[in-house]
């Protein structure tokens, strides 16, 4: 990272043969003591008499006739680089005024910092073993560092440590320069003395031969620790942070006061990810079942903003393996009730590298795998003492922990071992001697009845997370920490007073030109027909070995459309799948239900409703969406009808209008083309989404989704193209995408589809919705998102130039909003742009939706660039309005509905098939951005042109 970076400035050297920077050229032979041309250079040639062809163009001449070889074409012109865009400030009139005004609490605590000349002092930490090895092993950075710091702490001036865990380490002021490298000596590391194939000595335990073999892992192990000068930061720095005068040393001087966070909650032996920290309090976990716990900790980051610098503090959860016996673990993990019936291939990938304590030593070692043969039959050498010599058997390790070792074992003789040693030195232990410690996180990805358990067990209502983050900042007791001291830091106590307001919210319009207000947010669409309706006249069902009555599921569907205006004729048929497959490889259940539509259907359906067994999580899901909508063409709707009512028939025929090309509801300023700005000018609007595998899924490709608007002037109908790239690639690497003189880009088909949807007007405005980007990654979004989008213009028509918006929506950030004077949620649509946002940049913080359950989490929007010039009324209330469109439900959503929609074109797109049994014929169209070197990105299929322009992610 930066931090690690060596500071000091060396000139780079011009190369030969290069432009310099004032446009001259330098000559690629150069005399390397004057500059002058050296001596043995030829004078140029004199000029060719008329009608003469130089011996060089006959030889060119004759290659061209098939002779001899042709010399290389000169290379093209390099087109002269573009000027880096920077992220705007915010603008005279970037404040918003509009609104009734609202008393607020945010969960940012003020923070006063005395003037100080002092700095920090950078230093590069390395780290090795007594024989010079590096030390690569995770954590035991922090109990070395605290050893060096308690060993030599006079000969380092007393000096107080912030150590990031890795490689950087600052100080206020400099260490003296008496030495760099310390000797530091841990006498336990985690290793103990009962471990079965473990080298030791002659007390019954396994031996190796030599002095270094014999090295017992629980005995002392001796580090080097270089403490190497990096740079420093001037401590003034923190202010220029502060008033948004970023630089390189206003950004390190923040990150500097972050670490030493990091290192206060280390002391107190909490587990850290990232801002986070977590205790080993079990009033803190909530059992998620298969041996996993939620831990809530707290986030906490020093902020600046435009009242100065504020600690932000706010409860963060992360999931915890549960601690306790081994054998408890993998019993809950498989959901089997005796060791027998586990799966030790599962057992083994779950385990690994987990810390474990071995009985009855005590002692902590990390799991590397599994022994592979049961305890009772795993043979190791074991070296005993026998007089004066010594003598080498060979013993099973059951054996040798009942017969040597005294210790009674129940169970573990059928069982593999653990291994926790090295690949060459394996070092064995009976499971039921090995406990899980505390604190130790589950990185792979939670079941869906494990997400719903913790989101349902980690919600807080607002009066409530007001409560514990006041109580965490007086345990955390920052004030104490003597570094924060000694920078001049002093942090409030209450929660920052704020002054927000409340937009109204736009009126919307149905069919049969009625007109209303919602309340909270929300509205009733029962008695109320839609504004736009779609036929569905040739329709079938298909079940897919769900339970229920599907005479009255279709009676029902249909008598609640024709309440909403929908004409529904009666289904074709309805296709039931024969029992016999119901076992079956989920393609050939597909196939089979595809096989009964062509034989019992006179052409392709227009509408299929597909009824699945389960709600979430249904193998059949991503394979007949992938054949409807990418083979034939067909929009379909899946549903699990377990509790179905009204409702929930409602809800879904929402959907289903929305995808057959209707619309539900519009905006009574977009139907009437009347939205400022937008509605002044053909503006089309992109929301644009790049979907991750899940934890555990880091060979997964990454999704990158693009949605346009169409239709202009309306902002509530919109498309979608989806492609594939590197996985955990977060910059979209498809939007322009140039194959000889075409564009294979994701946004050259939604420019078109907004040219030939809108009378074949051409946008001359650009909004953009980027979600999912950190604050580190704003000016690739303009640089580079931003360019390959004016390629993709350009490439349609070179004279195009159309005004761009660019606006980042943060949704994982830990900013809340509490009401002064209420224990509610906030009212939906209040809008912060003061006092807590950035103290430069152009941003706000909009909660639009109404908080039903839990603390409302509001919207963070970053506007990057903005060549339209929207003032921050006019931003604030267009994006609050575009949180009413979202044709699926009739709530205002918490995020622009474009940002929304691309997240679930990204989600759906990826069901369609299993990344890793992808097939090599889908069209090129799909995906396939590879980075160099790295290995080719299998490619999704292009969607039916049936289907394209719908809104099958609906």
């Known amino acids: 990272g930066r931090g690690s970076e060596d500071r000091t400035h060396t000139p780079t050297p011009t190369p030969t043969g290069e432009d310099r920077r004032d446009g001259t050229r330098i000559a690629a032979r150069m005399d390397p003591h004057d500059g002058e041309p050296a001596a043995d250079e030829l004078p140029p040639p004199p000029p060719l008499p008329p009608n003469v062809v130089p011996i060089i163009a006959e030889d060119a001449a004759a290659a061209a006739a098939g002779e001899s070889e042709p010399p290389p074409p000169p290379p093209p012109p390099s087109k002269p680089a573009k000027p880096r865009k920077h992220i705007m400030a915010r603008p005279p009139n970037g404040l918003g005024k509009k609104g009734q005004p609202i008393q607020l609490l945010a969960n940012h605590y003020k923070v006063s910092v005395k003037p100080s000349e002092e700095f920090f002092n950078h230093y ?11 030390v690569d092993s995770k954590g035991i950075g922090r109990k070395v560092l605290d050893k060096l710091q308690h060993t030599y702490h006079s000969e380092l001036a007393n000096k107080d440590f912030a150590y990031d865990g890795e490689k950087s380490l600052f100080t206020i002021g400099a260490l003296p320069q008496i030495n760099n490298e310390f000797i530091v000596v841990l006498e336990d590391i985690g290793s103990g003395k ?67 966070l990091r290192q206060h909650s280390a002391k107190q032996g909490c587990l850290l990810v990232r801002q986070s920290f977590f205790h080993n309090n079990p009033s803190n976990f909530v059992d998620l079942g298969g041996g996993v716990m939620g831990c809530r900790g707290f986030h906490s980051s020093f902020r600046g903003a435009q009242s100065g610098l504020s600690l932000n503090i706010d409860v963060s959860t992360t999931m915890i393996v549960k601690p306790g016996p081994v054998i408890d673990f993998l019993l809950a993990n498989q959901k089997v009730d005796h060791p027998d019936k586990i799966d030790w ?34 043979m190791f050498p074991l070296r005993r003492r026998n007089g004066d010599s010594t003598e080498t058997v060979e013993i099973t390790v059951y054996d040798y922990f009942v017969k040597n070792r005294g210790i009674e074992l129940r169970y573990s003789g059928n069982l593999p071992c653990i291994n926790a040693g090295r690949p060459k030195r394996p070092t064995y232990f009976p499971v039921e001697l090995c406990t899980l410690v505390p604190l130790q996180r589950y990185t792979k990805a939670l079941s869906t009845m494990q997400r719903t358990s913790l989101v349902e067990k980690s919600r807080q209502k607002p009066h409530e997370r007001m409560s514990t983050l006041n109580d965490a900042l007086k345990r955390s007791n920052y004030d104490a920490d003597p570094m924060l001291k000694a920078c001049g830091i002093s942090i409030a106590q ?10 109204p919210a736009p009126k919307l319009k149905a069919g049969n030109g009625e007109e209303f207000f919602t309340r909270n947010g929300r509205w009733n669409i029962a008695r109320k027909k839609l504004i736009r309706t779609s036929s569905v006249k040739r329709w079938s069902v298909v079940n897919f070995s769900a339970r229920c009555d599907l005479r ?3 009676q029902d569907l249909k008598r609640v459309a024709t309440g909403m205006g929908l004409e529904y004729e009666d289904p074709h048929t309805v296709i039931e799948e024969s029992p016999s497959l119901r076992r079956a490889p989920v393609a050939r259940r597909v196939e089979e239900m595809f096989a009964q539509i062509k034989a019992k259907l006179p052409g392709a359906p227009l509408f299929l409703l597909c009824l699945l067994p389960e709600r979430k999580n249904c193998e059949v899901y991503g394979p007949w969406k992938k054949k409807c909508l990418a083979d ?91 492609h594939t790239q590197s996985p955990k690639q977060e910059m979209m690497a498809s939007l322009f995408k140039p194959r000889g003189t075409e564009d294979d880009g994701l946004i050259r088909e939604s420019l078109i589809d907004f040219y030939t949807s809108s009378g074949k007007r051409k946008p001359d405005q650009v909004i953009i919705f980027r979600d999912g980007v950190s604050e580190s990654q704003f000016t690739q979004v303009i640089n580079i998102e931003l360019e390959q989008i004016i390629e993709a213009c350009k490439c349609l028509d070179d004279k195009w130039e159309p005004k761009f918006t660019v606006i980042v929506a943060q949704k994982n950030h830990h900013t809340r909003f509490f009401q002064a004077n209420s224990p509610e949620n906030v009212p939906p649509g209040t809008v912060v742009d003061k006092q807590v946002c950035h103290p430069k940049n152009f941003d706000f913080y909009m909660c639009a939706h109404a908080g039903m359950i839990g603390t409302s989490r509001p919207t963070h929007y970053h506007v990057l660039h903005d060549e339209i010039g929207f ?32 997240h679930l074109a990204a989600a759906q797109v990826g069901t369609f098939m299993k990344f890793d049994d992808m097939s090599d014929t889908s069209s090129s169209q799909g995906g396939g951005h590879t980075s160099a070197g790295s290995a080719p990105v299998p490619e999704l299929p292009r969607l039916h042109e049936k289907v394209r322009s719908s809104m099958f992610f609906c």
């Not at 590069?124 to 590096?134: G, I, Q, R, S």
């Not at 080298?199 to 620790?225: C, E, H, I, L």
């Not at 942070?241 to 040393?249: D, L, P, T, V």
């Not at 209450?494 to 937009?503: K, P």
Request: aromatic content about 6%; some cysteine; hydrophobic content about 40%.
């Open 124 to 134: 590069y930490v390395n780290l090795k073993y007594e024989d010079d090895t590096p």
């Open 194 to 260: 009962t471990a079965a194939g473990s080298p030791g000595g002659n007390n019954g335990s396994p031996g190796g031969g030599d002095q270094k073999r014999v090295r017992r892992p629980y005995q002392a192990k001796t580090f080097k620790v270089e403490l190497n000068f990096a740079a420093t930061i001037p401590m003034a720095a923190i202010g220029h942070a502060i008033r948004g005068q970023e630089s390189e040393h206003s950004l390190e001087a923040l990150r500097v006061l972050d670490i030493i």
């Open 345 to 378: 291939q599962k057992a083994k990938r779950a385990l690994k590298n987990l810390r474990i304590k071995t009985t009855p030593a005590n002692s902590e070692f990390k799991i590397v795998g599994l022994s592979e043969r049961n305890c009772n039959e795993q």
């Open 494 to 503: 209450n929660f920052t007073q704020i002054e927000g307001r409340v937009l």
């Open 552 to 554: 009255g599921l279709v």
């Open 632 to 722: 034939f063409g067909i929009v379909t709707q899946c549903l699990a009808p377990q509790r179905v009512n009204d409702q929930y028939l409602s809800n879904l025929l929402l959907k289903i209008n929305a995808k057959l090309g209707g619309l539900n509801t519009l905006l009574q300023i977009e139907a009437a083309r009347a939205i400022p700005i937008v509605g002044k000018v053909p503006t089309i609007i992109l929301g644009m989404d790049v979907s991750h595998g899940q934890p555990g899924q880091s060979d997964r490709p990454s999704i990158a989704a693009v949605v346009s608007s169409r239709e202009w002037p309306l902002i509530s109908k919109y498309r979608a193209t989806v």
């Open 871 to 902: 003032s921050g009324d006019e931003l604030q209330e267009f994006v609050h309005s575009l949180s009413y469109v979202y044709q699926r439900s009739t709530t205002a959503i918490s995020v622009a509905a474009p940002i929304a929609y691309a």
